[in-house]
């Protein structure tokens, strides 16, 4: 009964800000106006459902966002195992104070607010940057390079900044994994001759791979939720084609597109899709793993 008592208000926490909003779904099937209110708004049931399959441009404009946030969330799955090679790499600097000043400056752009972020992009590598200036009075180019300004290379770029901004904080749960290993098992590695990239491959890095794999399946669940505050900032008339994800579909209808309604029955559709992802993944890696989170 404690140990119920001790988690009880992370469980309220969880029920306040998770699933009591879910209430909210129902002014999908209304047309909802914020100043007449849920009671004064017009019952038009599975409208707004429909109209997201009946016209062709919503079609393609969804099909298009639908490819963007696939795109960024697969390059993220992709190199996801990219904290993992990091923690084992800095758990073997043996300099104490290089290792704890690496992992500081590798940790430290994750507390950034991606704000913070774009401000920091726009002063390197905007048209008036220190990026462009530099290479301007080097000689090497005539005119400014539109760096952010462009629909090149959008999902690259993007993925290049949630790395600089994310491996150092993601290799942290890694790094708490490998204190857990036996140390053991590395004397008699040891001593049976094996070097340290043998260690490293034969007993650190499967030992991680549990941790991964559950890391993993709630990747795969939430691929279609990769926020929208990285892709908000960076957003403008060049590249917003290939950089409006879903999240951020769902804002701009819902707050600029005023149709508040149509957003809540695209977040309605993506929840019952990434229920189905999770689903499917813990399924796939029960199967070929035997480690499951369900």
Do not use: C
Not at 173 to 182: E, G, N, S
């Amino acid at each position: 009964m404690s140990m119920f008592l001790t988690v009880l208000p992370f469980l309220v926490l969880v029920f306040v800000f998770s699933y009591l909003p879910l209430a909210g779904w129902v002014t999908a099937l209304y047309d909802y106006k914020p100043a007449l209110g849920l009671t004064g708004s017009k019952f038009v049931g599975l409208q707004w459902f429909e109209m997201l399959v009946s016209s062709p441009t919503q079609v393609r404009q969804i099909a298009q966002v639908m490819t963007n946030t696939l795109a960024m969330s697969f390059l993220g799955i992709a190199t996801s195992l990219l904290p993992v090679f990091f923690a084992i790499l800095l758990n073997e600097i043996r300099w104490k104070w290089f290792r704890n000043a690496v992992q500081t400056l590798t940790t430290l752009p994750n507390f950034i607010s991606w704000v913070l972020v774009y401000m920091i992009a726009f002063s390197l590598f905007s048209t008036t940057g220190l990026v462009n200036s530099t290479l301007l009075d080097w000689g090497l180019i005539t005119m400014p390079v539109k760096f952010l300004d462009t629909d090149q290379h959008v999902w690259l770029t993007m993925l290049a900044w949630s790395l600089w901004k994310g491996l150092g904080w993601g290799a942290i749960m890694y790094l708490a994994a490998i204190t857990a290993i036996d140390p053991a098992l590395n004397e008699s590695a040891r001593i049976d001759g094996a070097n340290r990239f043998q260690i490293m491959r034969y007993i650190t890095f499967p030992h991680l791979m549990p941790t991964y794999v559950v890391l993993l399946i709630l990747s795969i669940a939430s691929i279609l939720n990769n926020g929208m505050e990285q892709y908000y900032v960076f957003q403008n008339a060049f590249n917003k084609e290939f950089i409006q994800v879903l999240d951020l579909y769902v804002y701009n209808i819902g707050i600029t597109g005023s149709s508040l309604s149509m957003a809540t029955a695209l977040g309605m559709l993506k929840s019952v899709i990434s229920i189905i992802l999770l689903v499917t993944a813990n399924a796939i890696a029960k199967r070929v793993r035997g480690t499951s989170i369900i």
